[in-house]
């Protein structure tokens, strides 16, 4: 059976030359669809993984945000970060607070540094945006540490468990480091 073309060119009297260059536009057209349908596919893939990031960015700071709104409107967060900042200016021995002797501070202080450091793990993990948290919470967290650190390093000290709350000093150094830029001139 004679291709189309073959009957096309017999009837017109195309010699075989034309044949052949008409073959290979036909080709090259055919491979150039090819091609743009490959690169529309691509296209559609990239924009797939765009809007997958820009998910994943949006979920990380609505997490961020949700935590903190939690934190601000809990009557016993409030009250336990009242308490681990109030110890900054305070001369308690840190180790009768550690002990256990004041059963109220020491559940504060592992309260708030827990919750701390769960979002200072986050931030490490990338689960957490650090952008947005830094923006909203870096004064906060630092005199928060600040005023617990004392009782972390003589709480590692007595547990000899040297990685308790890392995550934590390491966020607030690095905060220290290149601290929040002025919005002013």
Request: charged share 25%; net charge neutral; aromatic share 8%.
């Amino acid at each position: 059976m004679a291709s189309p073309m073959m009957d096309l060119s017999s009837l017109l009297g195309w010699s075989p030359l034309i044949q052949s260059v008409l073959m290979f536009l036909t080709v090259c057209v055919s491979a150039w669809a090819v091609y743009l349908s490959i690169q529309h596919r691509n296209e559609d893939r990239e924009s797939a993984v765009q809007a997958v990031e820009n998910a994943a960015d949006q979920a990380k700071k609505r997490a961020i945000i949700d935590l903190l709104i939690a934190q601000k409107t809990d009557p016993n967060y409030i009250r336990d970060a009242k308490i681990v900042r109030g110890m900054k200016d305070s001369k308690e021995c840190l180790s009768s607070v550690i002990d256990g002797s004041d059963m109220t501070k020491k559940d504060a202080v592992l309260s708030v540094l827990n919750q701390l450091e769960f979002i200072a793990v986050g931030i490490r993990l990338n689960v957490f945006d650090e952008y947005l948290y830094k923006q909203l919470s870096c004064s906060s967290v630092i005199k928060t540490w600040d005023a617990a650190s004392g009782f972390v390093y003589e709480l590692r000290q007595q547990t000899g468990i040297r990685t308790l709350y890392q995550d934590l000093e390491y966020l607030v150094d690095n905060w220290r480091k290149d601290p929040i830029k002025s919005i002013r001139n």
